[in-house]
């Protein structure tokens, strides 16, 4: 095919991607300004670790980031399973009672705006502490369990798309030489949609990383994460320290992204090798 | 296998077991919490823990009364201000939806066109801010904004402005914090139906004499309606709910549905206030969320 982009396309691709890219640039770019005013530049004193080192001195926000890490490991494991399994059960069963209620469940909080999600989810576990005296008030379980409800849906979608695009040829064939249907999906399954679940446990991982109003809706006192300490900082104005945490983020996704992606790339193309 | 047999006559398959507990999971924790709220819009405001009053009550020994109260509806309804928030939010929605479209399409359409391995490039730089922080990449829009930010900064050094131009917490900060945010969510959508494109239907085109932009609008403009649908979908049903945003950047006038409840459960703890915004809003999002289910439905027919 000997297509060229028009001036026009490669106008907007080239502004596009500059809109994208320009806030983001300027918070690395700030975080090394020494002045307090962030964006004023101070070429006396800049660049400067300063702002780096006075985050890592930070107890608030290092706390927050611990109670962070772990809402997102948890969430990230446990959707990663439930969504592995409704994945699974949309793509390869394709017949069960149920089946549209589990597809419209999956497909919902994907676009459920999250002050719904959020208040929800609260008002259903005052209830439930009312009816059974469980959860005993809010903090990290009920955030977990909020996170992994619409962290899920995301793994679901990823999972039943990557099965989608491989034909049942294997597995039936695992299972005509008389495989249990246990052994065949570890055994012949997993390992196809194993990217798939890596790249679910990931964007899990990262949704519940950045969440802010399901958090906040759904923490009590004393389980504040990141983002909560993160707005209730930035509500205030811009802060140096903030654009620290920003450029430390940009860095690990990035690293993490272009890591996966090549990783992906390889494997792609040994299984076209393959086949 | 003897056990799976005795279990099969009683009803439990293998195949139930997979996906009961992502049913019930969701059923739980999805579902049931929409009629807790459903309930609780109906419930008087009590100035108790939790500050709502229950809606079954036992009046005498054995008799049990159910107290429906309109009121909290009633209320969204009189107050013109909850009203004017429902309509400015759809409006600004509406409007970011048709931006982020007109700065989405030739993206992705770009991508789509590209040499495979330019394509792969570009799709990352798309994914890359999707992945980083939505809070933090909103709040380079105040360092970016703010009357001695960057972009008042390099204005005033080339001259171009004499005083500092107001953008930050005004209506055009939140337009331009939603469509950036967004923006990811209409491009992928809408790359992914375009990839499926068969080009050769513009070769054709243009060789029977059709110009360029005419081959662009009676064949890929309606081949990739699909894709439009569901990005736009993806913009505008959680746009119309957006909290952070318009907190961050619209300034205390910026009349969003969604801050209306943050406010009305955190600052009022008007709980069953905020549970009947709630469901106003989800009864104006649902046909939205399921034209954007067909829609989707539609694309993974077509691919398989």
């Not at chain 1, 860095?251 to 890591?259: F, H, K, N």
């Not at chain 2, 005033?156 to 331009?176: C, D, N, Q």
């Amino acid at each position: 095919m000997n297509y060229r982009s028009s001036y026009f396309v490669l106008t907007c691709l080239g502004l596009g991607f500059a809109f994208l890219y320009i806030p983001i640039l300027s918070m690395v770019v700030f975080s090394f300004n020494a002045s307090k005013l962030v964006t004023v530049w101070d070429a006396a004193h800049s660049p400067t670790l300063k702002w780096y080192v006075a985050l890592l001195h930070n107890e608030e926000i290092l706390d927050a980031a611990w109670i962070s890490v772990k809402v997102a490991l948890i969430n990230a494991s446990g959707s990663v399973i439930l969504g592995t399994l409704a994945g699974f059960g949309l793509a390869r069963f394709t017949q069960f009672r149920g089946r549209f209620t589990l597809n419209a469940m999956t497909t919902a909080p994907l676009v459920m705006p999250e002050v719904i999600t959020g208040l929800s989810l609260l008002l259903m576990f005052v209830a439930l502490e009312q009816l059974i005296g469980w959860p005993a008030g809010r903090g990290i379980t009920t955030m977990t369990i909020a996170h992994m409800t619409f962290s899920m849906a995301y793994v679901t979608v990823i999972v039943n798309s990557r099965l989608a695009t491989f034909d049942t040829a294997l597995e039936e064939a695992a299972m005509d030489l008389g495989a249990h249907p246990l052994k065949v999906f570890f055994v012949i399954t997993l390992p196809i949609i194993f990217p798939a679940i890596l790249s679910g446990w990931l964007l899990a991982f990262t949704l519940s990383w950045d969440d802010l109003v399901i958090s906040s809706f759904t923490s009590g006192p004393g389980s504040s994460t990141l983002p909560m300490v993160v707005f209730s900082k930035v509500r205030l104005g811009v802060s140096p320290e903030i654009n620290v945490l920003a450029t430390i983020t940009i860095a690990v996704v990035s690293t993490m992204i272009v890591g996966v992606s090549l990783w992906m790339a390889r494997k792609a193309r040994l299984e076209r090798v393959v086949a | 296998m003897r056990t799976s047999q005795q279990l099969q006559r009683i009803g439990i398959s293998g195949r139930g077991l997979v996906v009961a507990l992502p049913y019930l999971w969701l059923m739980l924790f999805f579902v049931v919490p929409f009629l807790i709220v459903l309930k609780i819009s109906f419930s008087d405001i009590d100035l108790a823990i939790p500050p709502y009053k229950p809606l079954l009550e036992w009046v005498g020994r054995n008799s049990l009364a159910i107290k429906v109260n309109f009121n909290n509806y009633a209320f969204l309804f009189t107050d013109s201000l909850y009203l004017r928030a429902f309509g400015n939010s759809i409006k600004v929605a509406f409007v970011s939806t048709l931006l982020c479209l007109a700065i989405g399409y030739p993206m992705a359409y770009g991508i789509a066109r590209a040499k495979a391995a330019t394509r792969n490039v570009l799709l990352l730089l798309v994914i890359l801010p999707f992945w980083t922080s939505l809070l933090l990449r909103v709040y380079a829009w105040i360092g970016l904004l703010k009357a001695n930010g960057v972009i008042n900064n390099v204005l005033l050094s080339f001259g171009i402005i004499h005083e500092p131009l107001t953008m930050l917490y005004t209506p055009f900060a939140m337009y331009v914090g939603i469509v950036y945010s967004y923006l990811p969510f209409l491009i992928l959508p809408l790359y992914a139906n375009l990839e499926k494109m068969d080009w050769q239907l513009l070769e054709a085109a243009e060789d029977l004499g059709c110009r360029p932009w005419q081959a662009f609008y009676k064949i890929t403009l309606p081949l990739s309606r699909n894709g439009i649908l569901a990005g736009s979908m993806l913009v505008f049903i959680p746009a119309v709910g957006e909290f952070v945003i318009p907190a961050l950047l619209g300034g205390p006038n910026a009349l969003m549905i969604g801050r209306v409840l943050w406010d009305e459960f955190f600052s009022n703890r008007a709980w069953p206030v905020a549970s009947a915004v709630a469901i106003l809003l989800l009864i104006l999002l649902v046909p939205f969320m399921m034209w954007y289910q067909s829609v989707q439905a539609r694309e993974t027919a077509g691919a398989r």
